[in-house]
């Protein structure tokens, strides 16, 4: 079984910054976070290749970075410009090789106004 540890989430003030973590027990193929905001609908967040090619949600585009280091197999999601809509549960999301999908347990980021 995939193991996947996500920690970093927590509190801050409105423009602060925050750094997701998430390591997995094995080397993967795409890397995620995703998030879920109360009443909201999960959405994508950002998730990046095994070749290192990004997507971002419109929402994040400019204040958000993910990046990965393989030799950790360890995704990162670096949080600037914080905004209280930016609050939700994250999850880190990863697909093995081979396409299966596993979820991490998430981390609640709360940004206070």
């Known amino acids: 079984q995939v193991q996947l540890v996500e920690s970093g989430g927590g509190l801050v003030q409105s423009g602060g910054s925050l750094r997701l973590s998430c390591a997995a027990s094995?080397?993967?193929?795409?890397m995620g976070w995703y998030r879920q905001a109360t009443g909201k609908q999960r959405e994508l967040v950002a998730v990046?290749?095994?070749?290192?090619?990004?997507n971002y949600a419109d929402s994040v585009k400019g204040r958000f970075t993910i990046s990965r280091d393989n030799a950790k197999n360890t995704v990162y999601l670096q949080m600037n410009s914080l905004k209280p809509e930016d609050t939700a549960v994250y999850y880190c999301?990863?697909?093995?090789?081979?396409?299966?999908?596993?979820w991490g347990k998430g981390t609640l980021v709360t940004v206070a106004s």
């Open positions: 990046i290749s095994s070749r290192g090619i990004t």
């Open positions: 999301k990863v697909t093995r090789w081979g396409g299966m999908d596993y």
């Open positions: 094995g080397s993967m193929n795409a």
